[in-house]
T-cell receptor
Framework: DAGVIQSPRHEVTEMGQEVTLRCKPI?????LFWYRQTMMRGLELLIY????????DSGMPEDRFSAKMPNASFSTLKIQPSEPRDSAVYFC????????????FGNGTRLTVT | GESVGLHLPTLSVQEGDNSIINCAYS??????FIWYKQESGKGPQFIID?????DKRQGQRVTVLLNKTVKHLSLQIAATQPGDSAVYFC???????????FGKGTKLTVNP
Protein backbone atom coordinates (compact mmCIF):
# COMPACT_ATOMS: atom_id res chain seq x y z
CA ASP A 1 0.00 0.00 0.00
CA ALA A 2 1.43 3.37 -1.03
CA GLY A 3 -0.11 5.22 1.86
CA VAL A 4 -1.56 8.72 1.70
CA ILE A 5 0.23 10.71 -0.98
CA GLN A 6 0.50 14.48 -0.77
CA SER A 7 1.93 16.90 -3.28
CA PRO A 8 3.89 19.02 -3.47
CA ARG A 9 6.18 18.26 -0.53
CA HIS A 10 7.31 21.86 -0.39
CA GLU A 11 5.70 25.01 -1.73
CA VAL A 12 7.13 28.49 -1.58
CA THR A 13 4.95 31.29 -2.89
CA GLU A 14 4.48 35.01 -2.61
CA MET A 15 1.72 36.65 -0.68
CA GLY A 16 -1.41 37.02 -2.75
CA GLN A 17 -0.80 33.98 -4.92
CA GLU A 18 -3.14 31.01 -5.12
CA VAL A 19 -1.89 27.77 -3.59
CA THR A 20 -3.31 24.32 -4.24
CA LEU A 21 -2.35 21.34 -2.11
CA ARG A 22 -3.21 17.83 -3.26
CA CYS A 23 -3.95 14.55 -1.58
CA LYS A 24 -4.46 11.02 -2.81
CA PRO A 25 -6.03 8.87 -0.09
CA ILE A 26 -5.37 5.22 0.56
CA UNK A 27 -7.54 3.20 -1.78
CA UNK A 28 -10.79 2.20 -0.11
CA UNK A 29 -10.58 4.79 2.65
CA UNK A 30 -13.85 6.72 2.77
CA UNK A 31 -12.98 9.51 5.22
CA LEU A 32 -10.45 12.25 4.50
CA PHE A 33 -9.17 14.92 6.87
CA TRP A 34 -7.08 18.05 6.31
CA TYR A 35 -4.93 19.25 9.24
CA ARG A 36 -2.57 22.18 9.63
CA GLN A 37 0.47 22.06 11.92
CA THR A 38 2.27 25.11 13.28
CA MET A 39 4.52 25.71 16.25
CA MET A 40 2.00 28.17 17.64
CA ARG A 41 -1.14 26.05 17.45
CA GLY A 42 -0.02 22.45 16.99
CA LEU A 43 -2.16 20.14 14.85
CA GLU A 44 -5.50 21.71 13.94
CA LEU A 45 -8.31 20.01 12.04
CA LEU A 46 -9.44 22.17 9.12
CA ILE A 47 -12.10 20.07 7.39
CA TYR A 48 -13.12 16.48 6.84
CA UNK A 49 -15.05 14.49 4.26
CA UNK A 50 -17.04 11.25 4.39
CA UNK A 51 -17.65 9.53 1.07
CA UNK A 52 -16.47 12.68 -0.75
CA UNK A 53 -18.97 14.92 1.06
CA UNK A 54 -17.69 17.72 3.35
CA UNK A 55 -19.01 17.05 6.85
CA UNK A 56 -17.41 19.67 9.06
CA ASP A 57 -15.47 22.70 7.87
CA SER A 58 -15.63 24.62 11.14
CA GLY A 59 -11.85 24.53 11.39
CA MET A 60 -11.28 26.34 8.10
CA PRO A 61 -9.79 29.67 9.19
CA GLU A 62 -11.26 31.99 6.57
CA ASP A 63 -13.06 32.16 3.27
CA ARG A 64 -9.65 32.23 1.63
CA PHE A 65 -9.49 28.50 2.35
CA SER A 66 -11.51 25.96 0.40
CA ALA A 67 -11.36 22.19 0.02
CA LYS A 68 -12.85 19.80 -2.48
CA MET A 69 -13.08 16.08 -2.96
CA PRO A 70 -14.34 15.50 -6.51
CA ASN A 71 -13.92 11.74 -6.25
CA ALA A 72 -12.80 9.04 -3.86
CA SER A 73 -9.19 9.19 -4.96
CA PHE A 74 -8.40 12.90 -4.86
CA SER A 75 -8.79 15.96 -2.68
CA THR A 76 -7.48 19.51 -2.85
CA LEU A 77 -7.01 22.29 -0.33
CA LYS A 78 -6.82 25.72 -1.89
CA ILE A 79 -5.75 29.03 -0.40
CA GLN A 80 -6.58 32.14 -2.40
CA PRO A 81 -5.09 34.63 -1.80
CA SER A 82 -2.31 33.28 0.39
CA GLU A 83 -0.83 35.25 3.30
CA PRO A 84 2.39 34.82 5.30
CA ARG A 85 0.41 33.59 8.32
CA ASP A 86 -0.72 30.61 6.25
CA SER A 87 2.82 29.26 6.39
CA ALA A 88 2.58 25.82 8.00
CA VAL A 89 2.74 22.12 7.27
CA TYR A 90 -0.54 20.83 5.87
CA PHE A 91 -1.40 17.18 6.37
CA CYS A 92 -3.95 14.98 4.73
CA UNK A 93 -5.12 11.90 6.64
CA UNK A 94 -7.56 9.16 5.74
CA UNK A 95 -9.51 6.47 7.50
CA UNK A 96 -11.10 3.35 6.14
CA UNK A 97 -13.03 2.02 9.08
CA UNK A 98 -15.44 3.29 11.68
CA UNK A 99 -14.77 6.47 13.61
CA UNK A 100 -13.08 4.31 16.25
CA UNK A 101 -10.18 3.52 13.98
CA UNK A 102 -6.91 5.38 13.38
CA UNK A 103 -6.18 8.04 10.80
CA UNK A 104 -3.32 7.42 8.39
CA PHE A 105 -1.33 10.54 7.59
CA GLY A 106 0.61 11.62 4.54
CA ASN A 107 4.01 13.26 4.92
CA GLY A 108 2.56 16.72 4.51
CA THR A 109 3.14 19.80 2.37
CA ARG A 110 5.37 22.46 3.89
CA LEU A 111 3.99 25.81 2.73
CA THR A 112 5.98 29.01 2.99
CA VAL A 113 4.30 32.27 2.00
CA THR A 114 6.68 35.22 1.72
CA GLY B 1 8.58 40.97 18.46
CA GLU B 2 9.17 37.69 20.17
CA SER B 3 7.07 34.84 18.87
CA VAL B 4 5.47 32.56 21.39
CA GLY B 5 5.21 28.99 20.27
CA LEU B 6 4.17 25.77 21.84
CA HIS B 7 6.61 24.81 24.57
CA LEU B 8 6.68 21.10 24.06
CA PRO B 9 7.24 19.05 27.18
CA THR B 10 10.45 17.12 26.77
CA LEU B 11 11.60 13.77 28.06
CA SER B 12 15.17 12.63 27.86
CA VAL B 13 16.05 9.00 28.63
CA GLN B 14 18.97 6.66 28.28
CA GLU B 15 18.87 3.90 25.71
CA GLY B 16 17.44 0.77 27.27
CA ASP B 17 15.40 2.59 29.91
CA ASN B 18 11.61 2.59 29.94
CA SER B 19 9.82 5.79 28.93
CA ILE B 20 6.47 7.07 30.11
CA ILE B 21 4.73 9.86 28.25
CA ASN B 22 1.62 11.39 29.77
CA CYS B 23 -1.39 13.14 28.33
CA ALA B 24 -4.46 14.78 29.82
CA TYR B 25 -7.50 14.78 27.57
CA SER B 26 -10.26 17.29 27.64
CA UNK B 27 -13.64 15.74 26.91
CA UNK B 28 -15.19 13.17 29.24
CA UNK B 29 -17.43 11.98 26.39
CA UNK B 30 -14.45 10.98 24.23
CA UNK B 31 -14.36 7.21 23.90
CA UNK B 32 -11.44 6.49 21.59
CA PHE B 33 -7.80 7.48 22.06
CA ILE B 34 -4.70 7.13 19.94
CA TRP B 35 -0.98 7.67 20.31
CA TYR B 36 1.01 8.91 17.34
CA LYS B 37 4.74 9.27 16.76
CA GLN B 38 6.04 12.06 14.54
CA GLU B 39 9.59 12.15 13.24
CA SER B 40 11.11 15.22 11.70
CA GLY B 41 9.80 15.89 8.20
CA LYS B 42 7.16 13.17 8.37
CA GLY B 43 3.49 12.86 9.15
CA PRO B 44 2.20 11.42 12.43
CA GLN B 45 2.51 7.65 12.51
CA PHE B 46 -0.01 5.48 14.37
CA ILE B 47 1.42 3.60 17.35
CA ILE B 48 -1.44 2.21 19.42
CA ASP B 49 -5.06 2.95 20.25
CA UNK B 50 -7.49 2.19 23.05
CA UNK B 51 -11.25 2.36 23.50
CA UNK B 52 -12.86 3.65 26.63
CA UNK B 53 -14.14 0.23 27.64
CA UNK B 54 -10.53 -0.75 28.35
CA ASP B 55 -7.97 0.64 30.76
CA LYS B 56 -4.86 -0.99 29.32
CA ARG B 57 -3.69 -2.21 25.96
CA GLN B 58 -0.32 -3.63 24.96
CA GLY B 59 1.53 -3.68 21.69
CA GLN B 60 5.06 -4.46 20.74
CA ARG B 61 7.22 -2.66 23.36
CA VAL B 62 4.38 -0.18 23.97
CA THR B 63 1.55 -0.06 26.49
CA VAL B 64 -1.23 2.49 26.71
CA LEU B 65 -3.01 3.12 29.99
CA LEU B 66 -6.31 4.96 30.25
CA ASN B 67 -7.69 6.47 33.45
CA LYS B 68 -11.13 7.84 32.69
CA THR B 69 -11.68 9.07 36.22
CA VAL B 70 -8.99 11.72 35.89
CA LYS B 71 -9.04 11.90 32.07
CA HIS B 72 -5.46 10.76 31.76
CA LEU B 73 -3.69 8.71 29.14
CA SER B 74 -0.13 7.41 29.19
CA LEU B 75 2.19 5.69 26.76
CA GLN B 76 4.87 3.40 28.08
CA ILE B 77 7.76 2.40 25.85
CA ALA B 78 9.87 -0.48 27.05
CA ALA B 79 13.62 -0.66 26.42
CA THR B 80 13.67 2.68 24.62
CA GLN B 81 15.88 2.84 21.55
CA PRO B 82 17.44 5.79 19.69
CA GLY B 83 14.92 5.21 16.90
CA ASP B 84 12.15 6.05 19.36
CA SER B 85 13.34 9.68 19.45
CA ALA B 86 10.43 11.74 18.10
CA VAL B 87 7.48 13.87 19.15
CA TYR B 88 4.60 11.84 20.56
CA PHE B 89 1.00 13.02 20.38
CA CYS B 90 -2.09 11.73 22.07
CA UNK B 91 -5.41 12.23 20.29
CA UNK B 92 -9.05 11.78 21.26
CA UNK B 93 -12.21 11.49 19.22
CA UNK B 94 -13.75 14.71 20.39
CA UNK B 95 -16.76 13.84 22.51
CA UNK B 96 -17.24 10.58 20.69
CA UNK B 97 -17.38 12.21 17.28
CA UNK B 98 -15.53 11.39 14.06
CA UNK B 99 -13.13 14.27 14.69
CA UNK B 100 -9.71 13.45 16.06
CA UNK B 101 -8.29 16.21 18.27
CA PHE B 102 -4.59 16.24 19.07
CA GLY B 103 -2.72 17.22 22.20
CA LYS B 104 0.34 19.43 22.16
CA GLY B 105 2.91 16.64 21.98
CA THR B 106 5.93 15.51 23.98
CA LYS B 107 9.43 15.41 22.56
CA LEU B 108 11.28 12.23 23.48
CA THR B 109 15.06 12.16 23.17
CA VAL B 110 16.87 8.87 23.64
CA ASN B 111 20.55 9.16 24.51
CA PRO B 112 22.80 6.34 23.37
Amino acid sequence: DAGVIQSPRHEVTEMGQEVTLRCKPISGHNSLFWYRQTMMRGLELLIYFNNNVPIDDSGMPEDRFSAKMPNASFSTLKIQPSEPRDSAVYFCATRGGSYNSPLHFGNGTRLTVT
Amino acid sequence: GESVGLHLPTLSVQEGDNSIINCAYSNSASDYFIWYKQESGKGPQFIIDIRSNMDKRQGQRVTVLLNKTVKHLSLQIAATQPGDSAVYFCAENQGGSEKLVFGKGTKLTVNP
